[in-house]
């Protein structure tokens, strides 16, 4: 359905939970998502559980610096995540679009020692991160 269009990870959804990690930073894309939630995001008016075009276009063409990927230390796997709801502002956590079926390209996260699993996957791929010494609670 959606895709990383950059090609550093597998899994859009387990992009979207890079991403999420750094929303509260300052990264190469900080100014361009905050005018595309201005754009969309904040005038959204439909009841509907539909997927913003320009949001999903906007984060799988979303290319993530060195720079970028060097700013996560943490991640945390689950369906209330800020993200989501800039791509489906009305999301219920209830579908499947966002679950992560794959953490390929994790391995571009040189600083990452946290995870977090709520959700959003299998708990099995929590054990890829754990044979990489990363600790998961």
């Given at each position: 359905?959606?895709?990383?269009?950059?090609?550093?990870?597998?899994?859009?959804?387990?992009?979207?939970?890079?991403i999420n990690?750094?929303l509260?930073?300052?990264?190469s894309?900080?100014?361009?998502?905050?005018?595309?939630?201005?754009?969309?995001?904040?005038t959204?008016?439909?009841?509907?559980?539909?997927?913003?075009?320009?949001?999903v276009?906007?984060?799988?063409?979303?290319?993530?610096?060195?720079e970028?990927?060097?700013?996560?230390?943490?991640?945390?796997?689950?369906?209330?995540?800020?993200?989501?709801f800039?791509?489906?502002?009305?999301?219920?956590?209830?579908?499947?679009?966002?679950?992560?079926k794959?953490?390929?390209?994790?391995?571009?996260?040189?600083?990452l020692?946290?995870?977090?699993?709520?959700a959003?996957?299998?708990?099995?791929l929590?054990?890829?991160?754990?044979?990489?010494?990363?600790e998961?609670?």
């Amino acid at each position: 359905m959606f895709q990383d269009k950059s090609g550093i990870f597998e899994d859009f959804g387990f992009k979207l939970v890079v991403i999420n990690s750094l929303l509260d930073k300052e990264t190469s894309f900080t100014d361009a998502l905050e005018k595309m939630n201005e754009k969309y995001v904040d005038t959204y008016d439909t009841d509907g559980f539909e997927c913003i075009p320009e949001m999903v276009e906007f984060f799988e063409d979303l290319k993530l610096t060195k720079e970028d990927l060097l700013l996560i230390t943490e991640l945390c796997f689950d369906g209330g995540e800020d993200i989501y709801f800039m791509i489906m502002p009305n999301w219920d956590g209830e579908s499947e679009e966002f679950n992560v079926k794959s953490v390929g390209g994790f391995e571009n996260l040189l600083n990452l020692k946290k995870v977090e699993y709520i959700a959003m996957c299998s708990e099995e791929l929590m054990d890829e991160f754990k044979e990489k010494g990363i600790e998961v609670i």
